[in-house]
C-alpha cells in the first residue's frame, strides 16, 4: 500500500507559478512512475505529466508543455509539478498517482495509487 500527499496548490494569479509536491510513504518510491492529473467539474480526470522511475523521462499534455515541468526526489519519497505561466484554464484539483513497474500513469489504471488532490485556482 502506498499512501500520498499532495500539497502546494492554492489561489495565484494569471500568469504567476507554483509548485506542487507529492510525497509518498508505505513502500519503496523508487520503484513506482508516477505522474499529475487534474479535473474540474463535470469532466473526467485528464493527464497533466509523468516521469519514470529514474526521473530521465517525463511527458506532458499538449496543453501544459513548455509551461509545466515534473520532477521527483526518490531519496525524499517526493515529486513536484512546477507550474509556470499559469492560465485561468489551469484551475482544478489536482491529483498525484503512482504506479508499480515501468509503463507511466497517462490513463487511469486499476492498482494506480492516488493522492486526495490539492486545489489550483488561477484567476484572470
Known amino acids: 500500500q502506498v499512501q500520498l500527499v499532495e500539497s502546494g496548490g492554492g489561489l495565484v494569479q494569471a500568469g504567476g507559478s507554483l509548485r506542487l509536491s507529492c510525497t509518498a510513504s508505505g513502500r519503496t518510491f523508487s520503484s513506482y512512475t508516477m505522474g499529475w492529473f487534474r479535473q474540474t467539474p463535470g469532466k473526467e480526470r485528464e493527464f497533466v505529466a509523468g516521469?519514470?522511475?529514474?526521473?530521465?523521462?517525463?511527458y506532458f499534455a499538449d496543453s501544459v508543455k513548455g509551461r509545466f515541468t515534473i520532477s521527483r526526489d526518490n531519496a525524499k519519497n517526493t515529486a513536484y509539478l512546477q507550474m509556470n505561466s499559469l492560465k485561468p484554464e489551469d484551475t482544478a484539483v489536482y491529483y498525484c498517482?503512482?504506479?508499480?513497474?515501468?509503463?507511466?500513469?497517462?490513463?487511469?489504471?486499476?492498482?494506480?495509487?492516488w493522492g486526495q488532490g490539492t486545489q489550483v485556482t488561477v484567476s484572470s
Open positions: 516521469i519514470s522511475v529514474n526521473g530521465a523521462s517525463s
Open positions: 498517482v503512482v504506479r508499480n513497474g515501468v509503463l507511466v500513469p497517462t490513463t487511469p489504471r486499476a492498482g494506480d495509487y
